[in-house]
């Protein structure tokens, strides 16, 4: 709408005997150099001619028009940079969820080991005569006991129950009554 009215304003203060058919020299301006230069002819002209107000009033629309390109630009930037923001943020979430993958393949890792040593045992214990078996799993680690006692056949662990000290032996039936396979 500025530009409109800087047209309108220029075409009508301006004769129309000063535009010739005739190339004349030609200069080049940079915009900002060619718009200073409609703002002053504007002004000298309306000044001239007594237009005060209408010097200010366009004065004003001039203005207000650079401010809405500057807010423009500023929001435009904003927007720039809160799709670079969105960007990162997605990033750090990608790397959060690989590395949670790699903690789970590892918590995974650390139990598929300690499985295939309690099979291990459970082998080694199977092998062995009740009595040995026995004195093995009283002074082991309860859990460990437990766990191993939980894979072996129903006879073998009977016959190793009745071989342990029966505060032991009655400690890990309770435990192996309540264990979770």
């Known amino acids: 709408m500025g530009k409109l009215f800087i047209l309108f304003t ?20 940079t915009k900002k150099e060619f718009k200073d230069a409609v703002v002053k002819e504007v002004e ?10 209408i010097v200010g009033l366009s004065k004003e629309l001039m203005k207000k028009e650079d401010d809405i390109k500057l807010n423009a630009l500023e929001v ?12 990162e943020f997605e990033k750090k979430i990608k790397e959060l969820q690989e590395k949670q993958s790699k903690f789970i393949g590892c918590l995974d ?19 062995m005569k009740p009595q040995t078996a026995a004195n093995l799993l009283s002074v082991q680690e309860s859990e460990i006991s437990v766990k191993i006692l939980g894979y072996l056949e129903p006879v073998k662990v009977s016959k190793i129950f009745n071989l342990m000290d029966k505060e032991i032996s009655a400690r890990l039936q309770k435990q192996y009554m309540s264990m979770k396979k």
């Open 10 to 29: 220029c075409l009508s203060v301006f004769p129309f005997n000063s535009f010739s058919t005739e190339k004349q020299d030609e200069k080049k301006y």
């Open 44 to 53: 000298r002209q309306l000044t001239r001619l007594g237009k005060i107000k």
């Open 76 to 87: 435009q930037k904003k927007e720039e940079q809160l799709k670079i923001n969105i960007l």
């Open 109 to 127: 890792g650390i139990e598929n080991k300690v499985q295939k040593r309690v099979n291990h045992m459970v082998n080694v214990i199977a092998g």
